[in-house]
């Protein structure tokens, strides 16, 4: 038997299983994080999600009679990124049933590994959004609180109040966590101003008043989603990917540029009282007493919210991405832009999983305005 191994100019993992190996070792990062800021709530979440994947995947095995070597494993990684996107504290049934459309639509509908347009997890996310959409938008979020990492209770938590961290407030007796508003549910919302502020002096209230510290949202201290909290993990998830070669840095430098432009440029709504709401462009700008308050208003953007778990884990799937290093790069624009877009301006919640999927949508359009010409055609 003839054997061929990887190419010499090959640095990235090959076949289905070892990349997912890769997939999945980048996953637990975000994942631990979770179990540190939520506790068992996170294993409970995971548990759930992956085991209702595999079991989907095993049944549609079994009826089609199909070698489960080396698809499992895949079903396994959709469970444990869906798993990543929701809140600790969800019901049982949430997990359920995402976990279950996820792997059943990539098979029933898009044509199963190696064949789906779409993320199976990003599909999952955006259809419990659909289903249930106050269990993945609740008013606060928890977090455990300082002491009670790892081991605590969400349900015995307290709301943090105003103008005070998850470090600096004193934890009273038998508070095992905070609840506090996501950062992202601040910015896609009307910012509410006094009759007469300037729109610079309102952002900085925003960054002074209301929002946590901005090294909150790279610790995962601001609350979240259990993979999307942690940006700090996120990152150290997109830099194995990177190293492996399986994700392009061109695609992760371009969607962060672009959504930066656009959430500096685009307005921000602000309401005064009861009176209408006005816009306010270029937010970016905003400088209050020689302050450059714009600067930190793109930042939250930039690390609140899912954003970077798309990008840094959904986004780099070989199976629903472009296959040239240009199509690299616009699908990296398409996915910063469309994001902002929908947050920004419409103010949808999960608007990071609602920008893959178009991004997902234009990658076959994609691969044709951007592949190479064979010299003499």
Request: charged fraction near 10%; include cysteine; proline fraction near 8%.
């Amino acid at each position: 038997m003839l054997r061929a191994a990887a190419p010499p100019y090959w640095h990235g993992a090959t076949g289905i299983v070892p990349m997912t190996v890769v997939f999945l070792l980048a996953t637990s990062m975000a994942l631990l994080a979770g179990v540190v800021l939520f506790g068992w709530n996170t294993l409970r979440v995971l548990a759930i999600s992956v085991a209702v994947a595999l079991l989907v995947e095993s049944t549609f095995n079994l009826l089609t009679r199909r070698s489960r070597s080396w698809s499992e494993s895949h079903a396994l990684l959709v469970g444990a990124l869906f798993a990543c996107t929701l809140p600790p504290t969800v019901g049982w049934h949430v997990p359920v049933i995402g976990s279950a459309l996820a792997v059943a639509i990539e098979h029933a509908l898009l044509g199963g590994l190696g064949n789906y347009h779409w993320h199976p997890a990003a599909v999952g996310r955006v259809a419990v959004q659909m289903l249930f959409d106050e269990d993945l938008t609740p008013d606060r979020w928890p977090v455990l609180a300082p002491g009670r990492l790892v081991w605590g209770n969400l349900t015995a938590g307290q709301p943090l109040p105003p103008l005070r961290s998850w470090a600096s407030h004193p934890v009273p007796d038998g508070v095992q966590a905070f609840t506090a508003i996501r950062p992202i549910d601040h910015l896609r919302s009307p910012l509410e101003t006094a009759a007469g502020a300037a729109p610079a002096e309102t952002i900085a209230a925003l960054l002074r008043d209301v929002l946590p510290p901005w090294p909150d949202t790279l610790t995962g201290l601001a609350a979240g989603a259990i993979g999307e909290a942690c940006t700090i993990a996120v990152i150290m998830a997109g830099l194995l990917l990177l190293g492996r070669g399986l994700l392009r840095p061109r695609m992760a430098v371009a969607a962060v540029v672009s959504a930066a432009i656009l959430a500096a440029i685009l307005p921000v709504r602000l309401q005064p009282g009861s009176q209408p709401a006005t816009s306010y462009w270029l937010p970016g700008a905003a400088i209050w007493q020689g302050l450059p308050v714009g600067l930190g208003y793109v930042c939250y953007h930039i690390t609140a919210g899912e954003f970077l778990l798309v990008l840094l884990l959904l986004a780099p799937d070989p199976s629903s991405s472009p296959l040239t290093s240009r199509g690299h790069v616009l699908f990296g624009v398409a996915i910063g832009t469309v994001t902002m877009l929908l947050r920004v301006v419409v103010g949808i919640p999960a608007a990071g999983y609602w920008a893959l999927l178009v991004a997902n949508t234009l990658v076959p359009l994609i691969d044709r305005a951007t592949r190479r010409r064979v010299l003499g055609t």
